[in-house]
């Protein structure tokens, strides 16, 4: 089933969402595996509601130092085929392969192979489970024996290990879960507890152990079968509309261009199918001004105006037209403005990027605003603010705070004398740990009058504690917050197919419900609206060119996030399931108000109270991996009461229609 695309708003719009509804039943619609983007299992879904364990694959060494996948810790490839969710990995010198198939209701196949290029020895090689708190101590485990078993049966030489022994299967059973795995190979079981991993319960299946002979392949398959309790009771949830916060604009998006044959298409389609509330652009610095001699700004009156920034410049100029407020980010330096060669990746010292050569200070600045310069005049495009992207990181730039806070200070002083209103994106950190890298910034009396808002990206790092810090300084500065870069996983465009699990959509859209809940963000900029790390697919996407341009379940996550009324306000919202994810906006002069919810347990029903009165219904949308923004019902409030059936595994928005 194919489309031909054409950008007349509604009508594509319609398209898309029939297309969609196409794709999504494609899909093996009984899929119940979870799993991270880097492949260990979260668990069973048994009637939408997770039956939580987490998987991982593991080698430890012979001084017993385990080595587990985790995020960002491992080479990954990802494939699908069929129903199958294949993960390839490289630890160190051994390759995996790891698949994952959802069988059944509640039902799992996992296939684990790996090899060592070389001969090595290691004093296990496994396929691990960790249970988690609902597994205490009166779990019991039934083991499925082989028939007979010799001593070199038990031969892993591991530490902390409470038991251990061969077996054909193992039950685990607590009075409200069970989980149940064969082996199609008699396989070594460890169980480890008291462990330093913040798990009270570890089982390690052995794949092979000892002498590990070149290009052998080891391997096993684990069904996996979960049961438990479903929590199907009710939600209840409370808002408080006279306790209004920060602004929320709505979504924005990242224009950074990569693709010259496939961004044009994302971003027609994004910018006429989503309010696109704020807008980040690259500065190709580098490209502006190559040889150090020469004056860039004047070259570029000359029309000697390098293709990568004349395609940047008319980027931000069409958003602008568009009434859409451009900030401006640089990546790469020229590479007289940097202390070394340019460098990726990390140095001996641990540390990324290269430093600005601050001898050149007063030709850098002279060199950045003069491109600011250009872009008003020659494209008539106002820079709200600038930032070097990721500077605490070293992505390319590196600074230190000090460094931070003398650019803010020093280049805006300079914009000011060139007549340039253009402020500061203070921070702009490659995680949301960063926000120490603020704070001499964002407490310099000369450096707050140029900071224009305060930004972090959310690849990393999004704890409640961190949340709070960033609203914090957000309030310190009186500027607002910006999630500069919306996403989840850095490293995924190295495995690109994981952007169309419906895992992947439902976590994405849980953490930009949990950012605004917290932090408040004026914006949540979505990494990127273009066709890298797209939320869109086909059209030669990631190499898929045999379907044609179709939006994908983050694209509607979006668009369903973006209906939020422009310039409403953050407001409290309350709810007794740690299933739910709840965040709420409402604006008292206008009467709107939107709810946003992630439940990632079971259906079941809602109260939502302290709706105003002004409120007489409130229209229901849902997405999920069978919905795109479909509106499912209008709900009646009734004496500032509403009841609704929120479905489990989905995204669901109420809108008050009054």
Known sequence: MKFRLTYNPLKNFIKAVAFFAVILISWNSSAQAEFTTWGNMTGIQVDNQLMEFNSSLAVENQWGDIWRTRKEGQEIDFKRNGNKKIFSYKMGEIEWTNSIESTGKGTAKVEISFRSPKDTIIDGAYYSIALPEEFGPETTFSFIAPEKISLQDINTNTSEAQYKAPANGVVIQSPTRKLTVNFAKPTEVIIRSGSNENTSLKLDFVLASGNIPANKTFSN?????????????????????????????????????????????????????????????????????????????????????????????????????????????????????????????KHPDGSMGNPLELSKK?????????????????????????????????????????????????????????????????????????????????????????????????????????????????????????????????????????????????????????????????????????????????????????????????????????????????????????????????????????????????????DLTGIPSTVKSMDLYITNKNSGFEKVKSVPVKNGNAKFLLEGASYVSLFSTN
């Open 221 to 345: 398959t684990f069904n996996i079968e979960a049961e438990g309790d479903i929590d199907t009771s009710a939600l209840n949830l409370k808002i408080y509309p006279e306790q209004e916060g920060d602004k929320f604009a709505g979504i924005g998006g990242n224009f950074r261009l990569q693709n010259a044959k496939t961004d044009p298409q994302v971003i027609d389609y994004s910018l006429e199918n989503l309010r696109v509330a704020w807008s980040r652009v690259e500065m190709p610095w580098r490209e502006w001004h190559q040889n150090e001699n020469e004056d860039p700004l004047a070259e570029a009156r000359k029309g000697n105006l390098h293709p990568k920034v004349k395609a940047a410049m008319e980027m931000a100029q069409r958003l602008d037209r568009q009434g859409i407020p451009v900030i401006l980010a640089a990546w790469f330096a020229p590479e007289w403005a940097i202390i070394g060669e340019p460098f990726k990746g």
């Open 362 to 606: 007063e030709k850098i600045y002279e060199s950045l605003t003069s491109y600011i310069l250009f872009l008003k005049e020659e494209y008539g495009v106002k820079t709200v603010m600038f930032s070097f992207n990721e500077s605490d990181l070293g992505i390319d730039v590196r600074q230190t705070a000090e460094e931070h806070n003398e650019l803010i200070k020093e280049l805006g002083r300079k914009f000011r004398q060139e007549g340039l209103e253009t402020k500061f994106l203070l921070g702009d950190t490659a995680d949301a740990n960063g926000w120490d890298f603020t704070t001499l910034a964002s407490t310099d009396p000369e450096s707050i009058p140029f900071i224009g808002g305060v930004s972090f990206h959310s690849w990393r790092g999004w704890t409640p504690e961190n949340l709070l810090k960033w609203a914090d300084i957000s309030n310190r500065v009186d500027a607002p917050l910006f999630i500069g870069e919306g996403s989840i996983d850095a490293g995924a465009w190295r495995y690109p197919q994981i952007f169309e699990e419906p895992t992947y959509a439902l976590d994405e859209i849980d953490v930009y419900l949990k950012i605004l809940r917290t932090a408040t963000p004026l914006t949540i900029l979505q990494w990127q609206l273009t066709a890298d790390y797209s939320v869109m697919s086909g059209g030669g996407i990631f190499g898929n060119y045999e379907d044609e341009l179709y939006p994908t379940q983050r694209f509607f996550n979006l668009k369903q996030l973006g209906s939020t009324p422009e310039g409403v306000f953050a407001i409290p919202i309350t709810a007794d399931k740690d299933e739910v994810t709840a965040a709420a906006f409402g604006d008292q002069s206008k009467g709107n108000y939107t709810i946003h919810l992630v439940n990632r347990g079971a259906t079941r029903n809602v």
